[in-house]
């Protein structure tokens, strides 16, 4: 137990470092892997939000359309 408390507070104190090494204000632009990035996400959100928007539509027509052939619990048909 008192090996595994040490190993995970060297870790600890070892990541802790590396943080503060990552603050600079060094490289504030926003490079062309960034613009990639974004640009992959705005496309997964456009491919998601496309299907999305169909479903809604459907269900809407469904549910305030006219109603074609109803049948009934029973199996009839009015």
């Known amino acids: 137990?008192?090996?595994?408390?040490r190993i995970v507070t060297l870790m600890t104190i070892m990541y802790a470092n590396s943080a503060f090494?990552?603050?600079?204000?060094?490289?504030t632009?926003?490079?062309?892997?960034?613009?990639?990035f974004l640009g992959f996400?705005?496309?997964?959100?456009?491919?998601q939000f496309v299907p999305a928007l169909i479903m809604f539509?459907?269900?809407?027509?469904?549910?305030?359309?006219?109603?074609k052939n109803r049948e009934t619990a029973s199996g009839n048909v009015k």
């Open 1 to 5: 137990m008192k090996n595994t408390l």
């Open 21 to 27: 090494a990552a603050t600079g204000a060094e490289g």
């Open 29 to 36: 632009e926003f490079g062309l892997a960034g613009w990639i």
């Open 41 to 47: 996400l705005a496309l997964i959100v456009t491919l």
């Open 57 to 67: 539509g459907s269900m809407m027509a469904g549910v305030f359309g006219k109603a």
